[in-house]
């Protein structure tokens, strides 16, 4: 996506951003945010869109200024869920879509509220286990899949289909 700044009488400048979809899937996976409402952003939105991960990219590019997601246990669990194989069910969507725009603004997502959580109701190991899971979801580095999940396209992660990486992992101690 090119984004062309600048007024009549300045010089034009053009910003280039790499998007992973198309702008159709971009504009439905706001819808389903928007109408969520699922953001509450720790700053002022004004007249910024904060399901546009065209705000975030630039405010990284040209301010320096990264963004952390924290997620939810709701958000996290469904996350997991999906990781380990479960068929995406219709409360997957908006975790999904999340995860979608999160990648495709570069957000850092960060599961630690999550799991503080867990580890208060289940125990530091299963609290591991799931930190373990939650990188496996942050590392599918390519937001189509969690798109496609997220605007109902595929019932099940690429990833999913190879159980054994995952039991690994979980078996696996820092």
């Not at 009549?8 to 998007?19: G, N, Q």
């Not at 904060?50 to 669990?77: C, E, F, G, K």
């Not at 725009?101 to 503080?116: I, K, T």
Request: hydrophobic share 40%.
């Amino acid at each position: 996506m090119s984004v062309f700044t600048g007024g009549e009488a300045k010089s034009k400048e053009v910003e280039t951003y790499e998007f992973p979809h198309s702008i159709k899937d971009e504009d439905e996976i706001k819808r389903l945010l928007r109408e969520r409402e699922v953001f509450a952003p720790s700053f002022i939105p004004q007249d910024d869109d904060v399901y546009d991960p065209l705000m975030y990219r630039r405010q990284s590019s040209n301010h320096r200024a990264n963004t952390i997601l924290l997620a939810d246990r709701n958000v996290v669990t469904r996350w997991l869920s999906l990781v380990t194989g479960a068929k995406a069910l219709p409360e997957h969507r908006i975790p999904a879509a999340i995860m979608a725009l999160a990648q495709s603004s570069n957000m850092l997502v960060e599961p630690n509220l999550a799991l503080y959580e867990s580890a208060s109701t289940a125990g530091t190991d299963a609290a591991n286990d799931e930190l373990r899971l939650f990188r496996i979801a942050d590392d599918i580095d390519t937001p189509h899949h969690w798109a496609n999940i997220a605007l109902e396209r595929t019932e099940k992660l690429p990833l999913s289909k190879n159980p054994a990486s995952v039991r690994q992992l979980r078996t696996n101690r820092f």
